[in-house]
């Protein structure tokens, strides 16, 4: 009989071939799974390998957060990093503040007050395309950082909807699922006609 497939085998697998790392694509069951509690399988070295193969690929990509099921490892890990760069109309609007790089481990969240924020949202694994999400403005987030340590904080405006974003990717849920389907717009389209950050003219054009 052999033994089980542990973690530690799939994450050595898995960072064998060196990152950036493949990016599970929409359609992929891995994306609809939900992923497992982590609960320190993994040696520390071979955590922070992992964690760095996150990072590069989520950079390259570019992207402002990676959860493990987008490469493909069922394990409640994220990891964000927003530069943000230099404020301007739109990342005033949409409360879009510079994020140090950071992971979020066995990550849940709730929303706080009942205010609202509705943007377009895209994501690694549906290139190509956005959608407009309402997602609360501010959220309690709490879980654990890499080290274990107990995280339990309000995270508000852009970031809070990347906390979210990725948490749901745990769940097995895609931004897909929450999104206005009539605002679905091709990146293209995207930069041709919704520059502006506010969502109001492309949902009344729109229909949603
Ligand atoms: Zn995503």
Same mark, same amino acid.
């Given at each position: 009989?052999?033994?089980?497939?542990?973690?530690?085998?799939?994450?050595?697998?898995?960072?064998?071939?060196?990152?950036?790392?493949?990016?599970?694509?929409?359609?992929?069951?891995?994306?609809?799974?939900?992923?497992?509690?982590?609960?320190?399988?993994?040696?520390?070295?071979?955590?922070?390998?992992?964690?760095?193969?996150?990072?590069?690929?989520?950079?390259?990509?570019?992207?402002?957060?990676?959860?493990?099921?987008?490469?493909?490892?069922?394990?409640?890990?994220?990891?964000?990093?927003?530069?943000?760069?230099?404020?301007?109309?739109?990342?005033?609007?949409?409360?879009?503040?510079? =994020?140090?790089?950071?992971?979020?481990?066995?990550?849940?969240?709730?929303?706080?007050?009942?205010?609202?924020?509705?943007?377009?949202?895209?994501?690694?694994?549906?290139?190509?395309?956005?959608?407009? =999400?309402?997602?609360?403005?501010?959220?309690?987030?709490?879980?654990?950082?890499?080290?274990?340590?107990?995280?339990?904080?309000?995270?508000?405006?852009?970031?809070?909807?990347?906390?979210?974003?990725?948490?749901?990717?745990?769940?097995?849920?895609?931004?897909?699922?929450?999104?206005?389907?009539?605002?679905?717009?091709?990146?293209? =389209?995207?930069?041709?006609?919704?520059?502006?950050?506010?969502?109001?003219?492309?949902?009344?054009?729109?229909?949603?």
């Amino acid at each position: 009989m052999s033994s089980p497939v542990t973690l530690i085998d799939r994450v050595e697998a898995l960072l064998a071939p060196g990152a950036p790392l493949p990016l599970v694509l929409a359609g992929d069951p891995a994306l609809r799974r939900p992923a497992d509690p982590y609960d320190g399988e993994l040696p520390p070295a071979l955590l922070a390998d992992l964690l760095a193969a996150m990072r590069v690929t989520m950079r390259e990509a570019p992207g402002v957060g990676l959860a493990a099921p987008q490469i493909g490892l069922g394990v409640r890990i994220a990891v964000i990093e927003d530069p943000s760069p230099l404020p301007t109309e739109a990342s005033l609007v949409r409360d879009r503040r510079p =994020v140090p790089f950071r992971v979020i481990v066995n990550p849940r969240y709730e929303a706080v007050g009942d205010v609202a924020a509705e943007f377009y949202e895209g994501c690694l694994s549906v290139p190509g395309y956005q959608a407009v =999400v309402r997602r609360a403005l501010t959220v309690r987030l709490r879980g654990q950082d890499e080290t274990g340590a107990e995280l339990d904080e309000e995270v508000r405006g852009w970031p809070a909807r990347i906390v979210a974003h990725e948490t749901d990717h745990l769940d097995g849920t895609l931004y897909l699922d929450r999104a206005y389907t009539r605002s679905l717009a091709s990146t293209q =389209v995207l930069q041709e006609h919704w520059t502006r950050p506010d969502v109001g003219l492309s949902r009344e054009l729109l229909g949603f």
